[in-house]
C-alpha cells in the first residue's frame, strides 16, 4: 500500500526516461522509503502547529487573540531565522565523524523536537485561572523557540539531502514525490487520532456543551502530542538506520564498485562553475523559485491554520470538525494524485501547478458565494486539499531543479526559501490576529464574518500572488546563469 502511493506521487511529473547512469544513480525502494520516513516527526508537529495552535491557545486556554499570534509569530520568526543559519553551517560543517553532515544535523533536530513539542500543547506547568496570560506567554516561548530550531535543523537536511543522494532528475523528482506522501500520511494520522480522541471524550461526557472547545480539551491535545512524539520518534529511528550518508571522498575511497563508477562518470561531465550563497543571490530565478515557494505555503499553511477557526466559529460545527475536514482535505490531496498523472503528461509541470491553483480559486469563491455552507464544507475540502496537494509538491520539485547539480550550497538554497515563507506566514497571521474584531474568549457576531473573509483571501488572494510567479517562470525559465560564465546547460537548468 505505501510503495504503491508513493509511486502515484511521483506519476504526477512527467518523468524522462532513465538512462543507463540515471538508473545507477537512484536509490533502492527500500532507501527511498526510508529517506522518506526521515520527515515523517516533522510532518506530524507541523500539521499541529498550524492546525491546532491558534485554536488550543484561544479556545482551550483562553488567551487573548493577540498572545496567541504572538506565539505562532515568535515560533515563524524563529524557524525562519534558524533555517538559513542552519542551510549554511551544514553545507560548511563536516558532521559527527563518519556519521555524515546532514544526518548529524537531522538528529540534532529530531532530539531538540522531541525535548520540547509536549510542552507546548499542555497547560504552563504551575499556572493557574489567576495567572497573568503574559507569564504563561514567557512560560511558552522558550519551548516554542527549541522546536523551531529543531524543526529546521530536521526539514533543512533532510531536503538537503535530496542532491547528494541522487543526481538524475527522474530520481529527484521521485524522492520529492516519496517525501510528499509521507507528508500526507502524517497529517492523516494526526486528523485520525485527534478524531478518536474526540470521540472517545464525547462518549464520556453527555454534557451539551461538550461540543465547544473548553479548558476540558487540554487532556485531548496533550494526549495528541505525546501520540504524535511516539510515532515520530519510531520513524526517524528507521530513517537513520535506513540511509547512509555519503562522505567526501568516500566514493573514490571505499565506495568500492559503485563509488568508482560515479568518479568515471564525473571526470566525463563538463566541468561547471559552482555556485556558492553570495552567488545565489545574484540569480533571478532564485527569487522566482522563492516567490512561488512562499506564495505556495501561505496558500496552505494559512488555509491549514485558519480552516479550524472557520468551521467553528463562522460554520459553528461541533469541534469533531476540525479533525474530520482536515482529515477529507489531505485524503483528496492524496487521491488527487492518481487524477493529475495524465494531465502532468500533457501540460508539464508549470501548467500541472496552475491547475492547482484553478482548485483552489474553486474553493475560495465556494467559501465567499456559499455563506451557510453547513456539511457542504466536505465538498469544498476536496478542492482545496487536492490543489495544496498539486501546488506544493510541484513547488518543491522546481527547487530541486533549481539547484540541481549545485548540492554544495543546496542547504543554503532551501534554507532561503523557507525563511521568506517562515515570516511571511507568521507576519500574516500576526496581522490578522490583530485585527480580529473580538476582543473576547467567545466569539462575537462580528468574528463570524472576519473568519468568512479571511478563508477567502488567504486561499483566493494568495492564489493571485501565486499565479503572478508562475506567469514570470513561464516567461522567463528557470537558469542558473553565474556571474560572468555562460549557462550552465540548457538541458539541465529549464524547467517545463
Not at 519551548?143 to 523551531?148: A, C, G, P, S
Not at 520529492?176 to 461526557?205: C, G, K
Not at 537513520?240 to 573514490?252: C, K, M, N, T, V
Request: glycine content about 8%; aromatic content about 12%; charged content about 15%.
Amino acid at each position: 500500500m505505501p510503495v504503491k502511493a508513493v509511486l502515484s506521487f511521483s506519476s504526477v511529473f512527467h518523468l524522462p526516461r532513465a538512462s543507463m547512469s540515471d538508473t545507477e544513480r537512484s536509490l533502492p525502494a527500500l532507501k527511498r522509503l526510508s529517506y522518506a520516513v526521515g520527515h515523517f516527526l516533522n510532518d506530524l508537529c507541523a500539521s499541529m502547529w498550524f492546525t491546532y495552535l491558534l485554536v488550543f491557545y484561544h479556545s482551550v486556554l483562553g488567551f487573548e487573540n493577540t498572545y496567541a499570534g504572538v506565539l505562532l509569530l515568535v515560533g515563524q520568526v524563529a524557524d525562519g531565522i534558524c533555517t538559513p543559519l542552519i542551510g549554511y553551517e551544514s553545507d560548511r560543517t563536516p558532521g559527527c565523524g563518519n556519521y555524515g553532515k546532514r544526518k548529524t544535523w537531522h538528529l540534532v533536530g529530531t532530539l531538540s523536537v522531541m525535548l520540547s513539542f509536549a510542552f507546548i500543547f499542555n497547560q504552563c506547568l504551575g499556572c493557574g485561572y489567576l495567572t497573568p496570560q503574559w507569564v504563561s506567554l514567557t512560560y511558552f516561548i522558550p519551548f516554542i523557540i527549541v522546536f523551531q530550531f529543531g524543526w529546521a535543523a530536521t526539514q533543512i537536511s533532510h531536503l538537503s539531502l535530496i542532491p547528494e543522494l541522487v543526481t538524475c532528475e527522474h530520481a529527484r523528482v521521485e524522492l520529492t514525490a516519496y517525501r510528499y506522501a509521507f507528508t500526507v500520511m502524517a497529517n492523516i494520522t494526526v486528523y485520525a487520532v485527534a478524531y478518536l480522541l474526540f470521540h472517545v471524550q464525547a462518549r464520556e461526557d453527555d454534557d451539551p456543551l461538550s461540543d465547544m472547545l473548553g479548558p476540558q480539551d487540554i487532556l485531548v491535545f496533550r494526549n495528541l502530542a505525546l501520540i504524535v512524539l511516539g510515532i515520530g520518534a519510531l520513524f526517524s529511528l528507521l530513517f537513520h538506520l535506513g540511509i547512509a550518508e555519503r562522505s567526501p571522498g568516500a566514493d573514490g575511497e571505499a565506495g568500492g564498485e559503485e563509488g568508482r563508477k560515479r568518479m568515471e562518470e564525473d571526470e566525463e561531465d563538463e566541468p561547471r562553475p559552482l555556485l556558492q550563497w553570495k552567488c545565489w543571490l545574484q540569480q533571478p530565478s532564485f527569487y522566482q523559485v522563492a516567490l512561488l515557494y512562499m506564495s505556495t505555503r501561505l496558500m496552505v499553511n494559512l488555509s491549514q491554520t485558519y480552516i479550524s477557526m472557520y468551521l467553528i466559529n463562522t460554520l459553528g460545527l461541533p469541534k469533531k470538525f476540525i479533525a474530520t475536514i482536515p482529515l477529507v482535505m489531505y485524503l483528496s490531496g492524496f487521491l488527487s494524485s492518481f487524477i493529475m498523472k495524465s494531465v502532468s503528461r500533457l501540460i508539464g509541470k508549470c501548467l500541472t501547478y496552475f491547475m492547482g491553483l484553478l482548485l483552489i480559486m474553486a474553493f475560495s469563491y465556494w467559501v465567499l458565494l456559499d455563506e451557510k455552507m453547513g456539511e457542504r464544507v466536505y465538498g469544498a475540502a476536496v478542492l482545496l486539499g487536492a490543489g495544496s496537494a498539486t501546488v506544493l509538491v510541484i513547488s518543491l520539485a522546481m527547487t530541486a531543479e533549481l539547484i540541481a547539480n549545485q548540492t554544495q550550497s543546496g542547504a543554503f538554497v532551501y534554507g532561503a526559501m523557507s525563511f521568506t515563507d517562515k515570516l511571511a506566514n507568521g507576519a500574516a497571521v500576526m496581522i490578522i490576529q490583530a485585527l480580529h474584531p473580538c476582543h473576547t474568549v467567545v466569539c462575537c457576531p462580528a468574528c463570524v464574518w472576519f473568519y468568512h473573509y479571511i478563508m477567502v483571501i488567504v486561499t483566493g488572494g494568495v492564489a493571485v500572488v501565486a499565479a503572478l510567479a508562475l506567469c514570470s517562470i513561464l516567461i522567463w525559465p528557470i537558469r542558473i546563469r553565474p556571474r560572468g560564465l555562460p549557462l550552465i546547460s540548457e538541458d539541465e537548468s529549464i524547467v517545463n
